[in-house]
């Protein structure tokens, strides 16, 4: 993967630096969320909104910032 290499329009990836004398092998690759509020100035008037039930499960009324989450806990590792 490419450094800044989008999976989404919200996540981000980095390659992080390995040093030559490093004493364990570095994860090749971190990622992090950028949420959509970073990008939105202001809420502008009339923005769609989610109806009563679907808002509360997403978190949010406005589906332009919404941002869904994926919990990376026990990835690879079997779980808990």
């Known amino acids: 993967m490419r ?5 989404n329009s919200q996540e981000r990836v980095w390659a992080t630096y390995r040093g030559p004398f490093d004493p364990c092998p570095p994860v090749p690759f971190k990622t992090y ?8 100035n202001f809420q502008p008037p009339g ?10 499960r997403a978190g949010t009324l406005w589906p332009a ?10 990835k690879g590792k079997g779980g808990i």
């Open 3 to 7: 450094r800044g290499t989008l999976l």
């Open 33 to 40: 969320v950028v949420p959509p509020n970073q990008y939105i």
């Open 47 to 56: 923005l769609p909104q989610y109806p009563l039930p679907e808002a509360l």
């Open 65 to 74: 910032f919404y941002s869904p989450y994926e919990s990376k806990a026990g």
